[in-house]
């Protein structure tokens, strides 16, 4: 075998080693992963109520891809830090400018608008547990059952107010006990705030002297307001008892008291002392 023979066989050798090791490491090699880059964003670290205002203790944050990154999203704890939730956050959910009061604050006041006014009405018994279906945010028109009016004695219905928001609504049983500690009645108590224009809140204040309030439940797309006139019992043709305006009274005449019956007759005679003494 001559030299030249030998140097061929070597280099073949060689460069199949070689593209065999090539092979094998780009089989083996892993693809690099694009780097995504992210930016921290405010979560809810536990479920927060509608309502509650917002402390470090119930936020965090997490890092989310940038392109993911969804608008109004906070990036900072200090953007959401005494500021109240307008709806419940769940855990690990973000925290958006959209779900947060506008101004730094909680409770009931922070959901009123500018302008506006909170006012509160309370209804017992079966009253309150028609109102058991209003929820917030619903629209309720506002109804006076008066017993008297200026025209009818018998009273009626007005229409106090129509289309007005539902900003909360409260529920509580009340007990009452006997001396012995027995209870002898419960009755359920439901307070429903509206939000209600400043004039608007005085005349529920002057309907609520004149008689009991109720709510009538609107559907979510009906924003009609239409003109009511107080709802008498000269309006409801079955009705058997008819109104009767209460200019109709007729007036009795108060009777002449009857004269005191005059005293009975008692006869006097003279005696020795001067003195008189009756028979």
Known sequence: MTLRTILVV??????????AVYASTALNRTPETPRLETVPVVVAAVDVKAGTKLTRPVLRLRDVPRDGLPAGALQRLEDAVDRAAEVPLFKDELVLEAKLTKGIGAGLAVHVPKGMRAKAITMVGPAASV???IRPRDHVDVKCIAEHLPNDEHGGVITVLQNVE??????RMETATSEDGKVTEQREVRTVTLLVQPVQADHLELAE??????????NGADDESLTTPPVTLD??????VKAKPAGDKKVVPASAPEPEPAPPLRIFRSTSEGSAKPL
Not at 10 to 19: E, K, P, T
């Open 10 to 19: 070597v280099l073949a050798v060689v460069f199949g080693v070689a593209a």
């Open 131 to 133: 109102a058991g279906g």
């Open 166 to 171: 539902v900003a909360r609504v409260d529920n």
């Open 209 to 218: 002297k004149l008689g009991k309030l109720s709510l009538h439940l609107r």
């Open 235 to 240: 309006s409801i043709p079955s009705f058997p």
